[in-house]
């Protein structure tokens, strides 16, 4: 049961609808300027220009480019609402009269178009509005909150990166952690799950070493084009016979380059490969494997030196304690309705969301909120077309509504903060 009443929640949420103009401005704003992973200085900048104004001590620059603002109001819980801000490279196509149309640099030096196309600028305004009126209405509640915007998300080192930079040292330690992701479901709806949430994700990128040569004469070579094809091949026998068919699991060779020219046999090529499961156990397996198997095929093949496997990035299984998830979620349904608040389905995407609860050994919880127009996506659903008809994450044509968008994710952070927040005059929270 939430500590808070009724109306203490509806007192707290009574400036949002007046709110919500500027909550789209900042929307806007922030789709209209994508950054990429660690280069969010712009949209850093005006997240802590505005939680200043809003009576926060700001701590700006942590694991790079990360902003957490610490209000202290009293004796009670330190409850932590984490947003995620950085874009990524793909050129918009939504047809938006405030889409994209920035360029930047990425990580290998690559002009590259910009879009917030996992809906992190969503993410960004959502915790801006919830954190202004939590600042607006301290004499409701009492502990301290930690509003933390994090940069790298999609790089998978943003969660891990604030955390070795000493954001506990910082800021404190919170009693709680709480975060959500928009998705392409119901605008309005939002979705819990206790446990596994999301999958853990490991992306590797495999070197090939082979001895590169004259296409007329293959056999003063080790052709590394044929031992990537070999290899791409016998990937695929990791989940059909290394995975028991009880524990979900996904081998994906996403990029393969070799070669220059069609008679140039060249002399290394290069996989880049992703791993998904719903427990680290089994990524680790699928990790070992392949390392297993693409040692084995280069020495089949001659190789001159054994493979170079980098691990790129990896993202943890985002798991949310239970009792907290469950207790949310009733939360939730005394707020939204039960017609509102829905299961969520196991979600193969990751998240480095649960790197927080993890570093500060307190449970965390983790939900989703719809963001598309309800009606064109229950006709989807039903009509079995949701797959092709509604854009997802990450996908170029992906473009939220924004309302009733913008409300529902403030009021699923503030809820949830008041429902751990003490009461004014009571020093312990639970």
Avoid at 30 to 58: C, M, N, Q, W, Y
Avoid at 272 to 294: H, Q, S
Avoid at 357 to 362: D, E, I, L
Wanted: proline content about 6%.
């Amino acid at each position: 049961m939430s500590i808070v009443t009724t109306e203490t929640t509806e007192r707290v949420l009574a400036p949002l609808e007046a709110a919500l103009p500027e909550l789209e401005a900042l929307y806007v704003d922030l789709h209209r300027h994508p950054e990429l992973a660690f280069t969010e200085t712009r949209t850093a900048a005006e997240l802590a220009r505005r939680l200043t104004e809003d009576g926060f001590e700001v701590h700006t620059g942590i694991g790079r480019t990360g902003v957490v603002g610490v209000l202290r109001n009293g004796e009670g819980p330190t409850v932590l609402l984490r947003a995620d801000i950085d874009a990524l490279p793909v050129e918009e196509q939504t047809g938006l009269s405030y889409a994209s149309t920035a360029r930047g640099v990425d990580s290998e030096g690559r002009d590259v178009p910009l879009m917030h196309a996992c809906g992190h600028d969503m993410h960004a305004t959502w915790l801006s509005g919830a954190a202004h009126l939590l600042a607006a209405s301290r004499e409701e509640w009492s502990g301290t909150l930690l509003a933390l915007f994090q940069p790298g998300e999609e790089a998978g080192d943003g969660a891990a990166g604030m955390v070795r930079d000493g954001l506990f040292d910082r800021v404190g330690r919170p009693d709680v952690v709480f975060g959500q992701h928009i998705v392409p479901g119901p605008a309005g709806w939002v979705l819990t799950r206790p446990g596994v949430i999301m999958a853990a994700t490991d992306t590797l990128r495999i070197t090939l070493h082979g001895r590169g040569g004259h296409g007329s004469r293959p056999e003063t070579t080790v052709d590394p084009a044929v031992l990537a094809a070999s290899v791409v091949l016998k990937l695929q026998t990791i989940v059909s016979r290394e995975i028991a068919a009880t524990e979900p699991a996904v081998v994906t060779v996403g990029s393969m380059h070799v070669g220059t020219a069609a008679n140039v046999i060249a002399d290394h090529a290069v996989l880049e490969v992703n791993t998904r499961a719903f427990d680290d156990a089994v990524l680790l397996r699928l990790r070992k494997a392949i390392e297993r198997i693409v040692n084995g095929e280069a020495a089949a093949a001659g190789a001159p030196q054994p493979p170079t496997v980098e691990v790129v990035a990896s993202y943890p299984v985002t798991a949310n304690d239970t009792a907290a998830s469950d207790e949310l979620t009733e939360v939730f349904r005394g707020h939204f309705g039960a017609e509102a608040t829905m299961p969520a389905p196991l979600v193969t995407g990751s998240e480095d969301f649960s790197e927080f609860g993890r570093a500060a050994g307190v449970p965390s919880v983790f939900w989703l909120v719809g963001g598309f127009d309800a009606q064109q996506v229950i006709t989807a659903m039903t009509e079995g077309r949701f797959e092709t008809d509604v854009p997802s994450n990450h996908s170029s044509k992906f473009a939220p509504v924004l309302h009733p968008t913008l409300r529902t994710g403030v009021e699923t952070l503030v809820v949830a903060a008041l429902s751990r927040f003490a009461r004014p005059g009571v020093a312990e929270g639970r």
